[in-house]
């Protein structure tokens, strides 16, 4: 079974440019989290989706950040536009039972 | 609202010896706790899971973690590391579906 998929792995971008990341979870999980992980931090959650509502968003920057979940299955987080600060991984779990299980992240770097 | 401390920030040990990384929590309701590790440039991966049941639980790997409620702790143990164990070990507390993770501990085995 295929886990939670993410891409891309990296992206470089100059700061003030907009970027997107993708997430596709695992098959039947209806549960999905976007999360930000600063460098020598634990992920910190952004984003809750139960199916294609946004359950819990308090954490999420809303001047420049959105996200959405499509049809309840793939979900696309965006920045626009970007800040330095926001260099980070972003990282996509989906959830079955309460456990969590996570993508490999995408890596951004903001220069 | 709920948290987590990981004391020790970094643990070096040698090639065969035992491990303990520490886990505390505070949370005003019941959890549910997990360990997760990370290798570089990866995603998390599942270590081992509390829900309920034996305080003791197992994992992959050889880990192992005992759910302390008194002390409001779940300290990560291993008999005897390898030098594959090389990573980085979250600690993470949830409830109500929310996952608040612990600042992480890098865990170094020297050879």
């Known amino acids: 079974e295929a886990g939670v998929v993410q891409s891309p792995r990296y992206k470089i971008i100059e700061k003030k440019q907009p970027v997107a990341f993708w997430c596709n979870p695992i098959?039947?999980?209806?549960?999905l989290y976007w999360y930000r992980q600063n460098l020598g931090q634990g992920p910190e959650l952004l984003i809750r989706?139960?199916?294609?509502?946004?359950?819990?968003d308090s954490q999420l920057p809303k001047d420049r950040f959105s996200a959405e979940r499509l049809k309840g299955v793939d979900s696309t987080l965006k920045i626009q536009p970007a800040e330095l600060g926001d260099s980070a991984v972003y990282l996509c779990?989906?959830?079955?039972?309460?456990?969590?299980?996570f993508g490999a992240g995408t890596r951004l770097s903001v220069l | 609202a709920q948290s987590v401390t990981q004391l020790d920030s970094q643990v070096p040990v040698f090639e065969e010896a035992p491990v303990e990384l520490r886990c505390n929590y505070s949370s005003s309701v019941s959890v549910y706790l997990f360990w997760y590790v990370q290798y570089p440039n990866q995603g998390l991966q599942l270590l081992l899971k509390y829900l309920s049941g034996s305080t003791l639980v197992k994992g992959i790997n050889g880990f192992e973690a005992e759910f302390n409620k008194s002390q409001t702790s779940f300290h990560l143990r291993k008999p005897s590391v390898h030098i594959s164990d090389t990573a980085e070990y979250f600690c993470a507390v949830s409830s109500n579906e929310k996952l608040t993770f612990g600042t992480g501990t890098r865990l170094t085995i020297i050879p």
């Open positions: 989706y139960e199916n294609e509502e946004a359950v819990d």
């Open positions: 098959s039947g999980h209806n549960t």
């Open positions: 779990a989906s959830s079955l039972n309460y456990i969590q299980y």
